[in-house]
């Protein structure tokens, strides 16, 4: 048996593409190792307790249930829209939960492994209540930035242990904290240094995860203070005044919701959690890994409990090639930007997978998307798929299945790719390997020229047509995890149910196939749609970006002197094929001349713009713009929207500076 849970959740934003980093790789996994006959059960819920939904709820006069209920809604419906499906999604703040929580909390108090300790914490004394984590900010005592109260999130990124940080003061009023005695609990940490380097030794998982994992095992290992002063949480057993700090109470989620789950599929959970009689795989954000190979681990070993087997940490992600920043508007939201959009899920769940190795960063970009999707999805895989399946159905409708031995060959040769690249978390190369089949699929329906050779040879071209199919059937089967909705209608066509399938299955080659009429099984994304989907996130980036600058500083004569802004002459001018808004520049600007690739098409006509002055940002890095490489920047005023060009009041030469 085994178990694959998802990092949990937080109940308190909506879902963005950051999270998916995580959910559609842990259930193309978990679909891939159902097609290999595997016995799993996939868990997940939403993590509900802790600071911020207490301030969140607060700020908008909802209680932290009503709060968490919202946000809890909002990931079922993005994950069944998603087609990730959990075997039992969960919600911390559940009764069940509760009891496992404080079941595990007292094992740890039994076995010795909770202490208390009278530590001082920072007081409100105008809102007259203890300051847990994020009701309190001061300066972080390691680098004197900014900091919250339980982590330096401006700074150095250190983890603050209550009563850490530096002239505190209160969030919610702003009144500067003094510092009281209270009494507290700890876990003992750091009595497993030594159980810790033995288990991360021995431990699997992705190599970004374990490394990490291994340099942190080497230096202190602390306690941890596992108590806070909220009304929402986990009640602490030893004192009801207290609830259980949330990175205690958030993991035990994947037992109390394999409880649930065991409940539904009449197994029991005891076997997994207590017996160890499972394979326990964790797919979690690389932010997380400290929780999940040092915390977590050490809790269930001092409250007798299974091990996790493996942990597979994703890359971060960025979007257009900057830091994933919401604030920023670097963002791309689940719901709005995508699934509002109509795009198929499909579409998203393999540039997910496809884009890059798990554990390296994922770069989100409309246009990169756009092109995978079109020039690979469609272009390679829906075509193969389609042409095969419409001249099947139209020429014969019933297939006689005589299969090339090299065919077969090749769908064995895909299947084992796959099957190796999952056992070690490389999602892509499974990905690129049905890519692949199909890529040969296509070389060999297009050589052996069906079309052509049923005019002299009806039974030879049932047989390209055969062997041409069993490649679609394979592919129905080996493309299903990652494109589950796209290959359960092609599989249901050539009479297949890939739900019921396995990987050995795709080279079993039953006598006759019979193919129904087929639909095209992806649609292609138009440039209409792509510069809309853009159009939105510049609008967020430019919104948040001048908001900030409202309330950021001025910059000195020093950093504007790094700006290397010269007139330069346009020598050439066309309109960029495929783009309402983009035009391409070649631009004498004295030393050289440089291609740029501005937004004016909307309002110059190349005519307009061929021998006149343009103000150029020459040393801005160059950027590729529907791949073509823009080497600078031409500057522009934005008049209600549409950009009007900067010239100089006189006749100047190309190259002279803008000072």
């Not at 809102?127 to 994020?134: I, S």
């Not at 900010?137 to 009563?163: F, M, N, S, T, V």
């Not at 055969?466 to 290959?487: E, G, N, T």
Request: charged share 30%; with cysteine.
């Amino acid at each position: 048996m085994k178990l694959v849970t998802c990092g949990l959740p937080y109940a308190n934003g909506k879902a963005h593409i950051g999270h998916l980093r995580t959910y559609i790789p842990a259930d193309v996994y978990v679909r891939y190792l159902r097609l290999k006959g595997e016995d799993v059960i996939f868990v997940c819920g939403s993590d509900s307790h802790g600071t911020p939904i207490v301030v969140n709820a607060e700020q908008q006069g909802l209680k932290p249930e009503e709060l968490v209920g919202i946000y809890h809604e909002h990931f079922q419906k993005i994950f069944k829209e998603l087609d990730i499906e959990f075997d039992y999604y969960g919600r911390t703040d559940s009764g069940y939960h509760h009891e496992r929580t404080k079941e595990i909390v007292q094992r740890l108090l039994n076995n010795g492994y909770i202490y208390p300790k009278e530590i001082e914490l920072a007081y409100c004394p105008r809102c007259e209540r203890f300051l847990p984590d994020r009701y309190v900010e001061g300066i972080c005592p390691y680098c004197g930035a900014i900091a919250r109260g339980d982590e330096c999130d401006q700074g150095c990124g250190k983890h603050l242990e209550p009563g850490e940080i530096l002239e505190p003061r209160c969030k919610i009023c702003g009144t500067p904290a003094e510092y009281r005695k209270q009494r507290h609990y700890y876990f003992r940490l750091s009595a497993f240094k030594e159980f810790l380097e033995k288990y991360i030794s021995d431990l699997r998982g992705t190599e970004n995860a374990l490394n990490y994992a291994k340099e942190w095992v080497r230096g202190e290992l602390r306690d941890w203070c596992i108590t806070r002063n909220l009304e929402w949480g986990v009640r602490f057993p030893e004192d009801e005044e207290l609830v259980v700090y949330v990175w205690v109470d958030a993991p035990i989620g994947y037992i109390s919701f394999t409880e649930k789950a065991c409940e539904k599929l009449e197994k029991d959970w005891k076997e997994i959690w207590i017996d160890g009689n499972a394979e326990i795989t964790h797919f979690i954000g690389l932010d997380i890994v400290y929780h999940h190979c040092i915390f977590w681990p050490a809790m269930l070993k001092g409250a007798d409990y299974a091990l996790p087997d493996a942990v597979v940490a994703s890359g971060m992600v960025k979007v257009e090639g900057r830091k994933f920043s919401k604030s920023r508007g670097y963002v791309v939201w689940v719901e709005e930007d995508y699934l509002k959009s109509g795009l198929n899920p499909d579409y998203l769940r393999y540039y997910i997978v496809n884009y890059t190795s798990h554990q390296r960063d994922l770069n989100f970009s409309w246009h990169v998307f756009r092109d995978k999707v079109n020039n690979e999805l469609i272009a390679t895989l829906g075509n193969f798929i389609y042409r095969v399946m419409h001249f099947a159905w139209k020429n014969f409708g019933k297939v006689r299945m005589e299969v090339d031995g090299e065919v077969v060959n090749r769908i064995r040769k895909a299947k084992e790719t796959i099957e190796d690249a999952i056992e070690r978390w490389e999602f892509k190369e499974a990905s690129d390997a049905f890519m692949e089949l199909a890529g040969f699929g296509n070389a060999f329906f297009q050589s052996s020229k069906p079309w052509e050779v049923i005019k002299r040879d009806r039974d030879e071209a049932e047989r390209t047509i055969a062997s041409a199919l069993a490649v679609v059937r394979a592919l129905a089967v080996l493309a299903y995890p990652v494109l589950p909705r796209s290959m359960k209608a092609v599989a249901e066509t050539v009479g297949m149910n890939p739900e019921n399938a396995t990987l050995e299955s795709v080279l079993q080659i039953p006598e006759y196939v019979v193919v129904g009429k087929p639909d095209v099984p992806f649609e292609r994304i138009d440039d209409e749609k792509m510069e809309e989907l853009e159009g939105i996130m510049m609008k967020r980036i430019r919104d948040n970006t001048e908001g900030e600058m409202k309330m950021d500083e001025r910059i000195g004569i020093e950093e504007f002197q790094k700006l290397d802004i010269r007139i330069g002459r346009v020598v050439k001018a066309e309109k960029v094929k495929g783009s309402k808004k983009l035009m391409r520049l070649e631009v004498d600007i004295g030393s050289e001349i440089r291609q740029v690739v501005a937004g004016i098409a909307g309002e110059y006509e190349p005519g307009q713009l061929e021998g006149e002055p343009v103000v150029v940002l020459a040393n801005i890095k160059p950027a590729k713009l529907m791949g073509m490489e823009s080497d600078g920047m031409i500057l522009a005023a934005d008049v209600n929207g549409k950009p009007v060009l900067l010239k100089p009041e006189k006749d100047v030469r190309p190259g002279a500076r803008v000072r």
